[in-house]
């Protein structure tokens, strides 16, 4: 169980890390796209914020101790915080590099909760948070063009 435990914290510290790095673009994204652009990362962060949610509720849920503090999520987390200045493209980019991180991150989590813990519930929950996040990517790698 542990195993799962400290893989499902990763998880939910990128998911934590993500949340802030989405309300950094959703203030400082500038260009000609910022309508879109800035409701686009306002949808993204509030995802993120069911999600980070979902997965610490699972980890109490099976007995686990999710972490809860900034300085547990920056330790943890693969995603890193954003960088001050940013055009709608990078962050676009940012975002779309941070979410198939995500995913390769919840692929291996899922893998673990499926084969190691014998627990399909949580893999369940992992495999669902992947779908959404193929189809943000999807849609942002549009935008992007």
């Not at 989405?22 to 500038?30: E, G, I, N, T």
């Not at 306002?42 to 972490?67: F, H, M, Q, T």
């Not at 055009?87 to 779309?96: G, P, R, V, Y």
């Amino acid at each position: 169980m542990s195993k799962l435990n400290d893989s499902l914290n990763v998880q939910l510290s990128n998911w934590s890390v993500l949340y802030i790095k989405l309300h950094h673009f959703h203030w400082y994204v500038k260009g000609p796209h910022f309508p879109v652009l800035h409701v686009k990362f306002e949808e993204l962060y509030e995802l993120a914020a069911l999600k980070l949610d979902e997965l610490a509720e699972r980890i109490l849920a099976i007995e686990g101790s999710p972490v809860s503090t900034m300085k547990e999520f920056l330790s943890l987390a693969t995603i890193k915080e954003a960088d001050k200045a940013n055009s709608e493209n990078d962050m676009l980019s940012a975002t779309i590099a941070d979410l198939q991180q995500l995913v390769k991150g919840l692929e291996e989590t899922a893998v673990i909760a499926e084969e190691k813990a014998n627990d399909a519930a949580t893999a369940d929950i992992l495999t669902g948070q992947i779908e959404e996040l193929q189809k943000q990517i999807w849609m942002l790698k549009s935008t992007l063009g």
